[in-house]
Every structure is written in C-alpha cells, then in structure tokens.
C-alpha cells in the first residue's frame, strides 16, 4: 500500500499513523507517478485538484485554467490528500468511508 500526500499535512499525519504498514510518498519532494496521476484522474476527475489549498489560492487566473493532468504534474501539492494505492483500488481523502473501506 502507498499513501501520496505531504509530510506537514495533518490529515496525512493520521492516515499514516492508522496505516503504518503504508509506504508514505511526500508529493511535494517526489512527485506522483505519471501513471498514477492518470489514473487518480479517471476515477476521481477534478475533485483530485484541492481548490481550497494555498497552492491553488497562489496561482494566477491564467495557471488555474490549465488541466487538471497539467496543474497536478506542474504542481503536485495541488492534489487532494490523501491518495492511497492498495494495490487494487484509489481513495482519495481520509474520510469514515475511506477508514472502513481499508478496515481502520
């Protein structure tokens, strides 16, 4: 299992803290592999793009018309976290249905 997010996210914090056996990927120095950057993206569309984040709230009118695939590659800490890999399916955040869909 893989958990992508940033290490100074609090929501990330707990999602690794309840998965331990998680190999955590911090976004921001490694990046998401293109792969699974675009297939976070078909399943998940634009609500992979935190609008909320300061990352999003920094950029100009003209960066945020950009793809998603393009903000998201340019700018990785723009992407919603948690994103977990089990191996088979993608979440995304650390919601209830999140927690009990991987047993937590």
């Not at 309840?18 to 998401?32: K, M, N, S, Y």
């Not at 609008?51 to 793809?67: A, Y």
Request: hydrophobic share 35%.
């Amino acid at each position: 299992m893989k958990l992508y997010g940033l290490k100074t996210c609090d929501t990330c914090r707990k999602a690794k803290k309840a998965l331990p056996e998680a190999d955590f990927i911090d976004v921001r120095e490694e990046g998401v592999p293109a792969e699974l950057l675009s297939a976070a993206l078909v399943r998940f569309g634009d609500k992979l793009v935190n609008t909320r984040s300061t990352t999003w709230r920094e950029l100009s009118e003209e960066d945020r018309k950009g793809t998603p695939q393009e903000l998201l590659t340019q700018h990785p800490t723009l992407m919603k976290r948690p994103l977990i890999d089990d191996g088979e399916t993608l979440y995304l955040g650390w919601d209830k249905a999140t927690q009990a869909s991987l047993g937590v």
